[in-house]
Each structure stands twice: as structure tokens, then as C-alpha cells.
């Protein structure tokens, strides 16, 4: 393990997974390995073929229509489900050879998971439901309900201890469900639509709430999600699924610049380019231009910049990383173009 | 189903007119023994004596083989045993037995004191009076002894059947084949009748509290059993998975997820196994349980009409108090107290309790009458019951008397003749062709297995009196149940304060709904068909209110929109959608029916029930099952049929 520490291994790590679900799916996946385009009869494939690094500290969003196998994909990768083939690495260990002790263990350890609709017991308060992981594995009942206060601090429920989740709203139950997912302080944290069941304006607030802990937490994370505009603000790369394939897993910028498909680029279409493309991933080298007046934050995206943009009268700017060293030229028309929506 | 028919261009398959042809043949069987000189050939009038299969003595053989040679017998006297200490030791405590602890009988106000804080706890003050008062009432009317034999019954029975319903259920969800082994059981054990179940046990155990109690378990399980399973099957998936997430064990996702989690579904299942408790126990009195249902039956076969009447009513009062307590208790959900409170405030009904009983304990030593309340100086009101009855039986005696006679001359009689007289052989293919109407051959042979296997036990006969009361009480509910239904779903108001009496009705032993109709009308088949009526009526008009009020209100507004007449609307458009719950009524109908009718023949029937009652009294264990899965067959054929029709209403859309 001590040369885990000088090149990063990544945290999870798919081969060739399948999902097959069905009476018999191992030979419904035989006749698909044969002929790519076979579709067995009563048997759905929610996972197809699907290989990815996911390094630590990274944030992945999975995205895709609805039934393309987002959910599967991540119940397979904390085992909810049981693969049809291929293997899945937890650091570096085969989670498919754990048996159900080694699986509990590691569930107790390594991970934990954010539901759609919650999954609170409704039994118990918000207390006792973050303390629940931590239950499972025996700890003492002082030190588990400190824990779990503490938790509730995190995500903002301080008071609110004592309350049955029948009697608190729907963005503070999903408040208890992250910090019942934090409880065990994991180092994987799976999200399946987290926010959907919430309303426009909590959903607002859930997603900044989120990226506060996620900036101080420095986790491993894998977020499904529905809406670009949450992918766009949280990913540091994208997954887009379809038909339980993944069609492309890239940054932002590349997934809206360099579309690996054209299902891809259609699921793009849509979405505003200037709300998602960095000023850095747009500038072209240097190039021998001159280099002249205040260079923009390479880190920030054309909406950012609009103003600016607009207002500039040169024709190339200067763009400058985080550090303030130049790393290139944006063309202004170009990024106008993309800022008024008639780019190409 | 009509579309398809009808875009079907091949020629029909005979499959399609196999009901009709088999009518076809009924109806010549029937006309054969209306016109032939000499009859039908007699195999066709009735099973031939040989072909009758002894199945009482194969029963018979059988549990003479478990009790002799397995050594039954010991494990069952043990458990009796065991059993028959604690009854003991409720009874010394409720009523004073002379038993181990020795502590002697509570003192009546504390027992109605501690009842009411468990209603003010559950439901809040109403409640409270009303299980509080119950209690008052038991004891100022000189019941307390009664009440409390019947009940130390309950108090042991019910945590047992809840036991034993908890681990099956559990087994039931957790494996398929107990399930599968399991579910066709309960089925049976659900449709057979109350005194089905007390002769197996007589013959093991013998008369007494402790077999009333033994069979006030088995009677009770199987809903406790139901209710788990599905309670199980109800939990959330999401639930189930956030425990998985946090690293839950097989036990610790069962314990400490699944069972919390179905808390509400598994709390209604006790609530059943409380309310079937007391069903039988009033009933076990036929096999020499002591307590209120003893006493019911003395007074109702002495006539004493007011006596009865106070019975009556204690039971009744019993039954919703046990009712409403277990049904808040299902429903009560958790509360959170708000922060710093001392122990005193978050617990204020405990804390009164405390103090009340306290008083109570001293007062009674004070004054005897607090503690014990005994019948010289109990009030009655019997005398004005009496009073009241007779003046009512003579004002409506004319109406009754001639109702009487015209129902047993015009219509029981001449319907009973008419059904025995029937060849056995028509019948047989008239239920087949009515099986494969609803459900093709499938459902021809099941319901040919079930009808058929009652005319295999020979006694055919006893079975078809049955079935003409059954029918024609069914019938005569189904003209009052379902206006009624029609007319309460009429309104909002109406339609709760409705269901409200429905369900309170429902919730009463059926012992009870003897008591008006013996007064009305005497003991005779005329009471019985009343009872039953009374009885079957309800899940009529239950289910006819549900029924109507559960169509979606777009298709109303729809129709009205297109203009129809409030009578268009309730021909074209709401009944034809309610029709599939209602149907589910007229099950639940004839199940009440058919269980009605066995427990009124004590009054003096000459069917399946009368016979079931004396092989009570001989103890007949292979008649006894034998003629209870008789009536057990023919509910479950009718409930087949009637499932199959229900399916077919909603698959085709309600038409
Ligand atoms: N337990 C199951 N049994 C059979 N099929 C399943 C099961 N779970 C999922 N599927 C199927 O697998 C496919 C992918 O489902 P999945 O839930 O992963 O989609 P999703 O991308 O999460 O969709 P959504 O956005 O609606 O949540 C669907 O066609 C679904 O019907
Ligand atoms: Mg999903």
C-alpha cells in the first residue's frame, strides 16, 4: 500500500460490468457478447459493459436519461446489486469476493449513500436515524448520539434533534438522510438524485449547502443527478449513460466542446454553453499575440465573464490561472458568439 | 372481453360455449326429473350410497394415530398445563380465583381507572371516557365476574396468537415455500367455521377454560399471520437499502428496520387477533367457557330478553373499547417533546395514573363498594328492558307474526323443497358452467372440486339447507345493503357517519345480533334468516359506499360534462366502476352469512350447523371437520367465482 500513496490508484475502479436484469441473465449476456446488437427477450440491461477510473477526491456526476441505469450502476458499485459480469474495485479489492461479513465491513467503513426518497426510518427521530450506521457496528450509546449531534449541527438541523422525520419537511428529512450518510465518515459517498423530490428553491439551497460540506470534506463522490445546471456547478467530470452504456465520461467544457456522440451532443444541445465553458478551456495558445491589459480568471465560465466580455474592446485577452501566469488567448468574438448563443 | 370477441373473425372455439352447453345440460337434468315417469336414474338424484367417501373416519383414524400412538396427547396436555397457570393467575388477579398469587381481585375502580388512562394516553379524553365508562358500567351492573373470566381469557390468549402470528408471518415472508405451504392453509382456516375449530380441541383437551382459551389461539392466529407478512412486504425498498448502506446484518435489518418499519400494518394485525379473541371466547361458550358468553346463551335460550339485552350490551361495549384502544394504538405515531422538559411533563398521563390508582387502592379499603360491587346491590335495568320489549313485541306483533308465516309458508319452505329436490348431478354442472364462464376450465374444476368433494362426504343435503339460507339471506341483505350503500354515498357526511356504524357493527361478536331478532321473532328459521341478514347486510353496504366514493372524481365530472342525468350517471357510470369492490362485498356477505348460520343453528336449524353442534356434544372430531370444511368449501368456491368476476370488472375497465 505505501506506493498507493505516490501514484494515486483510483478509489473505484469498474471493468467491463454488466447488469443484467431478467430471469436468466447470464445467458441473455452471452447472446449480447455475441452480437452487440441482440436484445434477449424479457431480460432489461441496465448496465452495459461499463469501465471507469474514479480517483480520490473526485466528484463524478452521472447523468442520462431516465432509465438509462444510472441507479443500477451506482447500487452495483456499493453491491446493492449484484453484478452479471465484469468486476468492481474498492481500492483495489474485488467487492464481488467479499463475503457478507467482509461486505458489511465495508459498508460500515468505507461508505454511504444519499436516497432519492430519503429511506428514514419512521420510527425513530432524527437523531436516532443518523446515530443508525453507527448502531449497526456497536458503538457505545453516548459516544454515537454525540456523534450524531454533531452530524445534525453539520447539516443545519441543530434543534430539531428530538423530531420524527413525519414532522419535519422534505429538504430537512433529506438533511438527516446526508448526515445519516456522513455519520460513518466515509470515504465514498454515493448520491442518487439527492435533491429531485425537493422543490425549485430548497433544491437551491440543498445544492450550496452541499457544496459547503463537500469543499470541507474531501471526499470521494459519485452523484446522480438529472439536471445539467446541478451537474455543471458540482462535477469536476460527467458521466453521460445511455441504454446503460456510458457514451462519454469527460470534464464539463469537453463533455459541451468535444461530444464523443451524437447522442451526446443532442443531450447537450440544449443546455447554455456559456453557463458551463471556463474562459481556460476556451483560450487558444499565445501565439506570439500581444499580450496587453488585465488578463481574465481562467477558472471562471463566459456567464461570469459577461460583463467584462462585453464591455473589453480588445480582440484577444489574455486569460491567466489561479496563480495569475498567462496561459493563453480568448478570441472575443468567439466568446461572444457563445455568450449570445449563435455559435455554431 | 366483448371487444376482442367481437373482432374475432375465426369461427368460435367450443371452448366459448362450453358453459352454455353445460347449462344446457343442467337444465335437461332438471326437466328429466320434472317429466320422465319414473325419474332420474337415482345416481343422478343423489351421490350413491358406496361412492360416499368416508372421510370422518379416515379423520378419525388419524387423530387417533396423533393422540395415542404419537404421544399427542402429552405435549398438548403440557401445554394446557402451562396455559391453565396462567389463566390462574389472571383470574386470581381480575377476579379473585383462588389461585397462585393469592393478591385476590383488583379492586373494579382501579382496573376502570387503569382503562381509561390507556384510552386518555392512546386517543385523548374521548377515548378515555369511553373504555373508563365501559369498566363503571361492567361493575355497577353487577358483570364484574363475568367480564373478567371472559377477558383473563383474552389477556392470555392474544399475546400467544400474536406470538405465534409474528414468528409465521416472518417465516412466510422470509420463505417462498412456507408461503406456499402456509397460504393455502390460512385460506382454509379462514372460512371454516368458529365450531370447527373447538371439537379437535375438545377431544384433546376437554371442556373448560383452558380449551376455550386454547382455541380462542388457533382461531386467532391467522390474521396475525396475514398482517405480518404484508407488513413485511410493505417496507419501503429505500428503507430496506439505507440499512443495508449503514451495514446492517440479515437480524439487524429484520429487528431493527423491517419490524419498526411495518409497525403500523403488524399493530393492526393485533388488533384483529384481539377482536377474533373475543369473538370466540363469547362463542367458546359452547364448550364450557365461563364468562359473558355462557351467560348470554343460558339467558337468550331462557328467553330472559332484558337479562340478555344488559349482556348484550356489555359486550358490545367491550368489543369497541378493545376495538378503538388496539386501532390508536396501530395508528399512533411518534411525537417529539420539546427540549428541557422534566420527566413529570413528558409523561403526564403516567404520572395520573399513578396517583389515581394510588387513591383508588385506599378508597377501596374505605369503602367496599369501590372495590366490589356485588349483585344484590347492582342496578339492572332489565325490568324496564322487559318492559319496554314487550310493549314493542305487541305493537309490532301483528307484523311479525304474519311476516313469520308468510316467509316459512311462501318463501322458506316451498325455496327449501325446491333446492332438495334438485338433482345433486344439475347442480354440480350448473356451479362447473358458472366457474367457466368467469374463469375457463381452470376455474370450472375448482369450483368442481369444492362442490363436488361436499356431495363425496354424503352429506349433500344438510349442505343444500345451508345453501338455500345462505342465498336467500344474501339476498334479501343484498336488496336492503346496497340501496342503503347507494343512499348514504350520496353525501359526504352521510357517507362517513355511515361507515362509522359499519364499522362499529362489524366489530361486535355475532353472538350479539341474536339478541333482537330472538325477541322479535322467537326461535325458529325466521330469527336465524333475520340474524344472518342483519349480519351479511353490512359488508354490503360497507363496500357499496367504498365503492361509489373510490371512483375518480375526473370521470364524474367527465360524465357530467357530457350531460347525464343523475340516474344516467349512477347506472352508466358509477356503479358499473364500483362494481368490482362491490363484489368484494357480496364475498365478505356470504362469508359473515355462512358463519352466521352455523352459530344461529343452536336456535334450531336443520343444517350443516345443527349437525356440527352435535358433533360438538359427542365430541366427533372426523364429523366435526368433516362438516366444517363443508362450509369451509362452499365459501371458498363462492370466493373463487366472485375474485374471478372482480378481476375480469377491473381488467375490462369496469364493463
Ligand atoms: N430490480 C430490477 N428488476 C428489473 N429491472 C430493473 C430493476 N432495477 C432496475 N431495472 C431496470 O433497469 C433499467 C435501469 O434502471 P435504473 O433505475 O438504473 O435507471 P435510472 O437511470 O436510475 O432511471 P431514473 O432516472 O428514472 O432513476 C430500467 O429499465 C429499469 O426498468
Ligand atoms: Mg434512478
Known amino acids: ?344 | 372481453m366483448s371487444m376482442v370477441d367481437r373482432i374475432d373473425l375465426t369461427p368460435p372455439s367450443p371452448r366459448l360455449n362450453a358453459p352454455i352447453l353445460m347449462l344446457g345440460l343442467a337444465a335437461l337434468l332438471i326437466l328429466g326429473r320434472a317429466w320422465l315417469p319414473e325419474g332420474l336414474p337415482a345416481g343422478l338424484m343423489r351421490l350413491p350410497e358406496a361412492l360416499v367417501v368416508p372421510f370422518a373416519d379416515w379423520i378419525n383414524a388419524a387423530f387417533a394415530f396423533l393422540r395415542d400412538d404419537l404421544g399427542l396427547m402429552e405435549v398438548t396436555r403440557a401445554f394446557a398445563a402451562m396455559l391453565e397457570w396462567l389463566l390462574d393467575v389472571t383470574a386470581n388477579i381480575l377476579y379473585g380465583k383462588n389461585r397462585w398469587p393469592r393478591l385476590g381481585p383488583l379492586p373494579w375502580s382501579v382496573v376502570a381507572i387503569s382503562m381509561a388512562a390507556l384510552g386518555w394516553w392512546l386517543g385523548g379524553w374521548r377515548l378515555a371516557v369511553l373504555a373508563g365508562g365501559t369498566f363503571v358500567w361492567i361493575a355497577v351492573m353487577g358483570q364484574w365476574q363475568w367480564a373478567m373470566e371472559t377477558l383473563s381469557v383474552i389477556v392470555v390468549a392474544a399475546p400467544f396468537s400474536v406470538f405465534a402470528g409474528l414468528i409465521l408471518g416472518i417465516a412466510a415472508w422470509r420463505w417462498k415455500g412456507v408461503q406456499r405451504i402456509l397460504n393455502p392453509i390460512l385460506n382454509v382456516a379462514q372460512s371454516l367455521p368458529h365450531f370447527a375449530y373447538m371439537i379437535p380441541v375438545v377431544v384433546f383437551i376437554g371442556v373448560g377454560p383452558k380449551a376455550g382459551a386454547i382455541v380462542t389461539i388457533i382461531f386467532s392466529v391467522p390474521p396475525m399471520i396475514r398482517m405480518t407478512e404484508l407488513g413485511l412486504r410493505k417496507v419501503p425498498e429505500e428503507v430496506v437499502e439505507a440499512g443495508r448502506m449503514g451495514g446492517a446484518t440479515p437480524w439487524q435489518l429484520l429487528t431493527r428496520v423491517r419490524l419498526p418499519t411495518a409497525r403500523g400494518d403488524i399493530l393492526i394485525g393485533v388488533n384483529q387477533v384481539i377482536m377474533q379473541c373475543l369473538a370466540m371466547v363469547v362463542l367458546a361458550s359452547f364448550i364450557g367457557m365461563p364468562g359473558l358468553g355462557q351467560k348470554l346463551l343460558q339467558l337468550l335460550q331462557a328467553l330472559k330478553i332484558g337479562l340478555s339485552v344488559e349482556i348484550g350490551i356489555t359486550i358490545v361495549l367491550i368489543a369497541v373499547v378493545l376495538d378503538r384502544l388496539s386501532r390508536a394504538w396501530a395508528k399512533r405515531q411518534p411525537l417529539h417533546h420539546a427540549l428541557g422538559l422534566s420527566w413529570a411533563r413528558r409523561h403526564p398521563v403516567l404520572l395520573i395514573w399513578a396517583v389515581a390508582v394510588v387513591l383508588a387502592f385506599a378508597l377501596s379499603q374505605l369503602f367496599p363498594l369501590l372495590a366490589q360491587v356485588p349483585r344484590r346491590e347492582a342496578l339492572s335495568i332489565a325490568a324496564p328492558v322487559d318492559m319496554l320489549v314487550d310493549w314493542l313485541i305487541r305493537l309490532v306483533d301483528p307484523v311479525t307474526t304474519w311476516l313469520r308465516w308468510f316467509l316459512i309458508t311462501w318463501v322458506l319452505i316451498p325455496l327449501r323443497d325446491a333446492i332438495l329436490w334438485l338433482p345433486f348431478s344439475a347442480v354440480l354442472i350448473a356451479v362447473a358452467a358458472a366457474g367457466w364462464a368467469v374463469g375457463g376450465w381452470r376455474s370450472a374444476l375448482v369450483m368442481l372440486g369444492f362442490i363436488g368433494a361436499i356431495a363425496l362426504s354424503g352429506w349433500w343435503d344438510r349442505a343444500m339447507i345451508t345453501v338455500y339460507m345462505v342465498g336467500f339471506s344474501v339476498f334479501l341483505a343484498a336488496l336492503i345493503g346496497f340501496p342503503l350503500g347507494i343512499w348514504a354515498a350520496g353525501s359526504e357526511t352521510r357517507a362517513n357517519r355511515m361507515l362509522l356504524i359499519c364499522d362499529s357493527l362489524q366489530t361486535f361478536p355475532s353472538f350479539i345480533y341474536l339478541i333482537p331478532v330472538v325477541m322479535l321473532f322467537g326461535v325458529n328459521d325466521v330469527a336465524v334468516v333475520m340474524a344472518v341478514v342483519t349480519f351479511a347486510a353490512v359488508p354490503l353496504v360497507r363496500y357499496t359506499i367504498e365503492g361509489l366514493r373510490g371512483v375518480a372524481p375526473e370521470l364524474i365530472e367527465a360524465a357530467h360534462m357530457s350531460g347525464t342525468t343523475r340516474r344516467q350517471m349512477l347506472w352508466h357510470v358509477q356503479l358499473p366502476m364500483a362494481a368490482p369492490v362491490m363484489l368484494v362485498g357480496v364475498n365478505q356477505s356470504v362469508m359473515f352469512s355462512l358463519f352466521m348460520v352455523i352459530i344461529a343453528a343452536f336456535i334450531g336449524t336443520q343444517d350443516l350447523g345443527q349437525e356440527l353442534q352435535r358433533a360438538l356434544s359427542v365430541s366427533d372430531v372426523g364429523k366435526g371437520l368433516v362438516l366444517g370444511l363443508a362450509v369451509a368449501f362452499m365459501g371458498l368456491a363462492v370466493d373463487h367465482l366472485l375474485r374471478q368476476m372482480s378481476e375480469r370488472m377491473r381488467q375490462g375497465g369496469g364493463a
Open chain 1, 1 to 344: 500500500m505505501t506506493d498507493a500513496i505516490q501514484t494515486p490508484v483510483p478509489v473505484i475502479s469498474c471493468r467491463n460490468v454488466w447488469k443484467v436484469f431478467g430471469p436468466r441473465p447470464e445467458v441473455a449476456l452471452a447472446a449480447m457478447k455475441a452480437d452487440r446488437d441482440a436484445r434477449p427477450e424479457g431480460h432489461v440491461t441496465a448496465v452495459r459493459d461499463v469501465s471507469l477510473d474514479i480517483m480520490p477526491g473526485e466528484m463524478l456526476v452521472v447523468m442520462g436519461l431516465s432509465g438509462s441505469g444510472k441507479s443500477t450502476l451506482v447500487r452495483c458499485l456499493s453491491r446493492l446489486n449484484e453484478i452479471t459480469a465484469g468486476e468492481i474495485l474498492i481500492e483495489g479489492q474485488d467487492i464481488g469476493r467479499l463475503n457478507e461479513a467482509g461486505l458489511i465491513e465495508l459498508r460500515r467503513r468505507k461508505m454511504g449513500m444519499v436516497f432519492q426518497s430519503f429511506g428514514l426510518l419512521p420510527n425513530r427521530n432524527a437523531l436516532e436515524n443518523v446515530a443508525f450506521p453507527l448502531e449497526m457496528r456497536g458503538q457505545p450509546r453516548a459516544a454515537r448520539i454525540e456523534r450524531a449531534r454533531e452530524m445534525l449541527a453539520l447539516v443545519g438541523l441543530k434543534g430539531r434533534e428530538s423530531y420524527f422525520p413525519r414532522e419535519l419537511s422534505g429538504g430537512q428529512q433529506q438533511r438527516i438522510g446526508i448526515a445519516r450518510s456522513l455519520a460513518v465518515e466515509p470515504d465514498i459517498w454515493f448520491l442518487d438524485e439527492p435533491f429531485s423530490a425537493l422543490d425549485p428553491l430548497i433544491r437551491r439551497e440543498m445544492q450550496d449547502e452541499f457544496l459547503r460540506l463537500k469543499g470541507m470534506l474531501k471526499k470521494t463522490i459519485i452523484f446522480i443527478t438529472h439536471d445539467f445546471d446541478e451537474a455543471l456547478r458540482l462535477a469536476d467530470r460527467i458521466a453521460i449513460m445511455k441504454d446503460g452504456r456510458v457514451e462519454q465520461i469527460d470534464t464539463p467544457d469537453r463533455i459541451v466542446l468535444q461530444p464523443a456522440t451524437d447522442y451526446v451532443a443532442r443531450f447537450t444541445a440544449e443546455i447554455d454553453r456559456a453557463r458551463v465553458l471556463h474562459v481556460a478551456g476556451l483560450a487558444g495558445p499565445v501565439a506570439g499575440r500581444a499580450i496587453d491589459g488585465p488578463a481574465l480568471p481562467g477558472g471562471q465560465t463566459l456567464r461570469d465573464l459577461a460583463r467584462r466580455l462585453v464591455n473589453d474592446s480588445r480582440d484577444w485577452i489574455p486569460v491567466a490561472d489561479g496563480t495569475g501566469r498567462i496561459t493563453g488567448m480568448l478570441e472575443r468574438a468567439r466568446a461572444l458568439d457563445i455568450l449570445l448563443g449563435d455559435a455554431a
